[in-house]
């Protein structure tokens, strides 16, 4: 990636995923934090595009910023003002140094390997080489997915309906 | 003469007692000998195993007659067939196989003949017994183990035999297992022996890890000439030592023997005569040309049966159990014949063998028949028996002179043979043996005179025999044995045992007052030594006949019989003043020299429960549960102090996560920098 | 200055980081639910930035990968925030460090 639109793209999109990260964590308001959170996963969703995964990012938009982010809120909104709270518990201290050890651990990891990095452009596009992908060699955990997605929805559907209602 | 025996008659005469146990034990198992009463036919059917085993070893005795002239044929040397391969294992190659040569055939003569005769006399003594079956199956087993001890070609071989006999004595010294005295002694036989057995078992690994030789006759090529190492010759013959002085009962492992009356009087006899005991004599003598090249091993021999045959004769004297008088005697006459191994008198060692074969079996036969009598053993209710069991009389008499050496009876020429060959090589021993010879006479003429001469004193009734406050605690223990014929016991007057009883009685006195004859021109030395190696038959001692010693001998004899007579049937000296002459004599003898309180209390006690057991004790209760039960508190304390991180709290056990790979991560790295 | 795969993988390292962080201080059940979503974008990030730079030009395994990743990531939410539900309807709280039943 020579050319410097790229470069400046990587470096805004990474300033807004991270700024909106450290932003979830730091604000109180967990209304906001998800919001903030939204925009850190359209960041991602960004950085995708800089990879030439379109296909992913489209996914990310989709899924994350669409479905989970909206499944988030509802969780903040079906429970009480008093527990939208997003503080920290007695484990703040000992969570930053050891979240500080494992940031540094995985930096260290990925900088000090020597990557076989292949040198040639971003993909024309992936939509369909995913799409046969699924459907060929990866059919299988395909269709697994399809069963763990119904799996998850019976779940959460049997999880929180409220109990001794089925008869009636 | 007949052809040189073939090898399958040999397995044969191993094998028919053998089969004859077989039989039985299936028949039994089956159901087919159980005990019946009523018409002549189930009578007879119930005494089916007894007729067998009869069979099996009349057949073994006559094939082993065959192999005595076939050895006669050869000079006494060895006929050897080739060894069968049984066990491979890397470099341990052993064989199984068979060896006739003129000790063995002798030992087989007697064997099979004294074994059957002893089945014959059971057949009256045992009669109605609820074991007889049982009884049978062992009398077989015992004597088709002796077989394979007398014929086995390989040590390993002989050593299988050789605990075959330990198991069936125990089997057998126990055979009235529901008396708590029977138990005791057959425990004591059987563990006794096998301190003995650590010592062969010993010699055994030494000499195959030193010689790589388990064949007898290799063994006895390699010493004989001279190949292996006189310290490793001078180890393994103690360590055949061993085994032989707890197989035959030698000083300071005798103490089973005595206890060892507890089984059947015909078991006694055969245990006595011509199996068990004298295992150890025919180990030592087979193992001579090992012996006699090492002084020390020698020498060990020498004292020990010297040692042996004075105390346990003056032992015999003080016993007042018919059958322990008797068990005495035989430890004192095996003493006699390691004795004669160790002056290098094989020929004469191995013929006072076999006529004490054949005299000490008549004596337990005739103990037995008066046993079926009086019903009891203790020689103090007996006397006067002459009157009424004149047959059994006759020939106990005949038995006791010839083992005090009477001429012309078997025990003079052999025990005369002895003295000789003696005088010749060590002349120390000469005069313990005489002393000895004296000791033997007296307890002999104790024995007669107190069960047949004077008064009858009333036997014992049936099973009311209260325990009299004996010091040695002899009577206490044999009250049991008064039961023993119970039927027969107790009536006004005894009464001769049934002609069953009395045939093998007049065989055995015929031949004990006969076979003395057959070594008189030294043929049977000559069989009994044929097959030693050649480079040993310098060091075999040979002493010429001399008249002095024999007539000394006997003299010494008559003379003890003469102090008996004097003391027990006169009364010219009376027993109570020699004794109270004697006191610190005769109490140290009551206790049998404290050697059994010496084992009981010192080393049972004392080194072994106290020591070894305390200590063991101490090492398993402090260091082993110690151990156990720390690893338990350790880990109860430990996880009284861990679970606390058992937070429930699932990001406490999230970051858990993530130090475990921080810590991994980390250790790859410094792993490969 | 060109932007080469180590910018992507210390930009997943961070993301990592704080969504960790959050995962493991953050009182609320939400909010450890999205540490755990922002872990997962890491790791897409990373699959993504991998399979541009490492993998063969026709190779699009890392894609795959995330889309399961994804898929799997929205089971989870579902499950978890059910759970969240759940958790608040019998105790009266969504805070983590109340729900300790499994304590010692």
Not at chain 2, 408 to 422: Q, R, T
Request: proline share 3%.
């Amino acid at each position: 990636m020579e050319d410097t639109g790229s470069i400046v793209a990587f470096w805004l999109l990474a300033a807004l995923t991270l700024g909106s990260a450290l932003a979830v964590v730091v604000i109180r308001d967990l209304i906001r934090a998800v919001v903030l959170l939204i925009t850190s996963f359209l960041g991602v969703a960004g950085l995708y595009i800089t990879l030439s995964a379109d296909f992913v990012a489209v996914v990310q938009v989709l899924i994350y910023v669409g479905a989970i982010s909206v499944l988030l809120l509802f969780a903040v909104m079906l429970t009480p003002r008093a527990s939208r709270d997003n503080a920290e518990t007695f484990f703040q201290i000992p969570a930053i140094l050891l979240t500080g050890l494992v940031a540094f651990t995985i930096s260290l990891v990925s900088l000090d390997t020597d990557w076989t990095v292949v040198e040639r452009g971003g993909f024309e596009e992936t939509a369909s080489a995913i799409g046969e992908s699924l459907l060929d060699k990866y059919v299988l955990p395909f269709e697994m997915a399809a069963v763990l997605l119904l799996v998850a929805m019976l779940g959460a559907i049997v999880l929180v309906h409220p109990e001794g209602t089925e008869e009636e | 003469m007949l052809n040189q025996i073939p090898e399958g008659v040999v397995w044969a005469i191993l094998f028919l007692p053998f089969g004859s146990f077989a039989v039985i034990s299936l028949a039994a198992l089956l159901g087919l000998t159980r005990p019946s009463t009523g018409s002549g036919r189930a009578v007879w059917r119930a005494r089916l195993s007894g007729y067998l085993t009869m069979a099996a070893i009349a057949a073994s005795f006559l094939l082993s007659l065959w192999a005595l002239d076939s050895v006669l044929q050869e000079d006494g040397a060895r006929i050897g067939f080739d060894a069968h391969e049984w066990v491979v294992v890397g470099p341990l190659r052993v064989d199984i196989g068979v060896t006739v040569d003129g000790l063995a055939a002798i030992m087989l003569i007697v064997v099979t003949s004294v074994s059957l005769l002893v089945q014959f006399y059971s057949q009256g003594y045992m009669r109605g017994d609820p074991g007889y079956n049982r009884y049978y199956a062992f009398m077989s087993l015992f004597t088709g183990s002796m077989l394979g001890l007398v014929l086995a070609s390989n040590i390993l071989q002989l050593f299988v035999f050789w605990e075959l006999v330990g198991l069936c004595s125990y089997l057998l010294i126990g055979f009235w297992f529901y008396r708590d005295s029977a138990r005791r002694a057959a425990t004591k036989a059987f563990v006794v022996t096998r301190i003995g057995d650590v010592g062969f078992l010993l010699a055994i690994l030494l000499i195959w890890t030193r010689t790589d030789q388990l064949d007898i006759g290799q063994i006895q090529h390699l010493a004989a000439t001279g190949m292996i190492g006189s310290s490793v010759i001078t180890l393994f013959a103690l360590g055949l030592f061993a085994g032989a002085a707890g197989k035959s009962a030698q000083f300071p492992l005798h103490v089973w023997l005595p206890d060892a009356m507890e089984g059947p009087t015909p078991v006694s006899a055969l245990i006595h005569a011509a199996t068990m005991v004298v295992a150890g004599v025919y180990l030592v003598a087979r193992f001579f040309p090992v012996f006699i090249v090492s002084e020390e091993a020698i020498n060990a021999v020498v004292v020990v049966g010297a040692i042996t045959a004075i105390m346990a004769a003056s032992l015999a004297i003080v016993a007042t159990d018919i059958k322990r008088v008797m068990a005495y005697s035989t430890i004192s006459q095996l003493g006699y014949m390691m004795m004669a191994l160790g002056v290098g008198a094989i020929g004469a060692a191995i013929f006072h063998l076999f006529t004490h074969a054949f005299f000490k079996a008549l004596l337990f036969l005739g103990a037995g028949s008066v046993n079926h009598a009086t019903g009891t053993f203790d020689m103090r209710k007996m006397g006067g028996l002459a009157r009424f069991m004149p047959m059994t009389f006759l020939t106990t008499t005949v038995a006791g002179l010839a083992l005090v050496g009477v001429f012309p009876l078997a025990g003079f020429w052999s025990k005369d043979e002895i003295l000789i060959e003696a005088w010749a090589e060590k002349p120390l021993i000469f005069w313990t043996a005489l002393a000895g010879v004296f000791l033997t006479a007296v307890y002999v003429g104790r024995m007669l005179f107190l069960t047949f001469g004077g008064e009858y004193k009333g036997g014992e009734a049936p099973a009311t025999g209260s325990p009299s406050p004996d010091s040695s605690g002899e009577s206490a223990k044999r009250t049991g044995q008064a039961s023993e014929q119970g039927a027969e016991a107790g009536q006004a007057k005894p009464h001769e045992s049934p002609w069953v009883m009395l045939l093998p009685l007049v065989v055995l006195a015929t031949l004990a007052a006969t076979v003395g004859f057959v070594n008189i021109t030294g043929g049977m030395s000559d069989i009994l030594e044929g097959w030693l190696p050649e480079e040993t038959h310098e060091l075999v001692a040979a002493g010429e006949f001399v008249l002095w010693i024999s007539v000394v001998s006997v003299a010494v004899g008559l003379a003890g019989l003469g102090l008996a007579w004097a003391i027990y049937s006169r009364k010219v000296i009376r027993a109570e003043e020699v004794s109270a002459a004697l006191e610190p004599l005769q109490v140290l003898l009551d206790r049998k020299y404290y050697l059994d309180e010496l084992y009981e209390t010192v080393i049972l006690k004392g080194v072994i429960m106290r020591g070894a057991a305390a200590a063991l004790h101490a090492w398993d209760r402090y260091v082993i549960d110690g151990v156990v039960n720390g690893l338990a508190s350790l880990m109860r304390l430990s996880s009284e102090k861990f679970r606390l991180a058992q937070a429930g709290q699932a990001q406490i056990y999230g970051a858990a996560i993530f130090i475990g790979v921080v810590a991994m991560i980390a250790g790859v790295l410094i792993a490969n920098p | 200055m060109a932007i080469e795969l180590e910018h992507y993988l210390a930009l997943g390292a961070l993301l990592f980081a704080i969504g960790l962080y959050m995962a493991l201080a953050k009182r609320n059940f939400v909010g450890v639910l999205m540490g755990i979503e922002l872990m997962f974008n890491a790791v897409n990030l990373t699959f993504i930035a991998f399979s541009r730079f490492v993998s063969p030009a026709t190779d699009v395994t890392g894609h795959v990968f995330v889309v399961f990743v994804i898929t799997v990531a929205a089971a989870e939410a579902a499950v978890a925030l059910a759970l969240a539900m759940l958790v608040y309807r019998n105790r009266e709280t969504i805070d983590v460090d109340r729900m300790d039943l499994l304590k010692w």
